[in-house]
């Protein structure tokens, strides 16, 4: 039997460069973000939030009777089984919120009947039922800690509607309703990021759909993936005026500090999401009487571009967008995730598809010639 060769090769930390799989489901085409061969500007502008689910998840976009259909099980599907809202209220709300969403999400997983089948059409019934159950698991989340009971899910209104609905505690305004939703349909997919190669790991394990979303939700949290637009306004927050944005740059670079909400692994010339929601929020927070938090974001947009050359990412503008919605703080994450809840179930789907375990090699650089010694003598 020959033995097995240590690796000695280049290593590409982060991966960076390495074209781990091949996907049909979205690329980072020049200028703009192609969801299954549509620019990302299009589906922004015309694509409600479900329609871009079955776009990912079935790779066209839907007839009529698709679509209703898929409403229909969305719908169905918003409010969480019995016996998991009896557990999820007795769960504790001092928490992060993307750890209680990690948490409920494995819970759920115990009450599907479907949970261990790998064939694509179970794959596709917890695909649905997670996509809708996301916000409703914010909401609930949310009122909880409150002291006010959840919102009862309305299955003829959108995910995008119904999450803000479960937060806010009325019925959202249309209008904030769309810009909701075209955040969701902008922060739905991007290639091979973090948390869907995550999902990819662990469904090329042959694991089911849970166990992938759960790995995703982990991977999205970190503050270097998801867990930026929170620490954006966090930022702004800190931040306070745009006479300190100097000072506080110069602290960042001296201390090594990353600027959250800038740069970008694959985007250099700038990210078209963020195109699209830096107009939304210009608008939004002159709609909600706060236009300076935009004014200091532009002025530090200018600045981390003359002095690192730096552009923002799709986190950058979403935070100010957000808060303007009524939105929380700690609930950004969350809301990325109630999003990118299409795009990891549709790299689950081509997973399963086209599949072969993910056992990349790692270069060996510790000890060797150790021999044991009992614990006395060591
Ligand atoms: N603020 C300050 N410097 C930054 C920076 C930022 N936001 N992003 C990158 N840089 C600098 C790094 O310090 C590094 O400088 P060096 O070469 O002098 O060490 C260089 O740019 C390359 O950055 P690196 O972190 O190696 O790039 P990456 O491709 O591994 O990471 C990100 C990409 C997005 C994780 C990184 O830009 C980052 O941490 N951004 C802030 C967090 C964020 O907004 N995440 C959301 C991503 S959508």
Known sequence: MSAVEEYSGAIDRGLEGIVAC???ISTIAGTTLLFRGYTIEDLAANATFEEVAYLLWHGRLPQQTGLDALR????????LPQEARVWLLGLPKNVHPMDFLHAVVAG???????ANLLDRDATLRKATRLTARIGTIIGAYHRARLGQWPMDPC????????????ILGHEPDDEDV?????CLVLHADHELNASAFSARVTA?????????????IGTLKGSLHGGANEAVLRMLREIGSPKNLDA???DAFKTGKKVMGFGHRVYKEGDPRAHILKKMSERLTRKVGRPELFEMSAQLEEKMAARKGLIPNVDFYSATVYDSLGIPVDLFTPVFAASRISGWCAHVLEQYENNRIYRPRGRYVGERDLRYAP???R
């Open 155 to 166: 299955p003829d209104r959108s995910l995008a509607w119904n999450f803000l609905y479960g």
């Open 204 to 216: 090329s394990s042959l694991s089911g759909i849970y166990s992938s979303v759960m790995a995703a």
């Open 72 to 79: 229909k099980q969305l719908g169905e599907s918003l409010a």
């Open 248 to 250: 506080f740059l110069d």
């Open 375 to 377: 614990i006395a003598k």
């Open 108 to 114: 759920l997983s115990l009450h599907d009947p479907d």
């Open 22 to 24: 091949s996907t049909s």
């Open 178 to 182: 769309r810009d909701f939703e075209i």
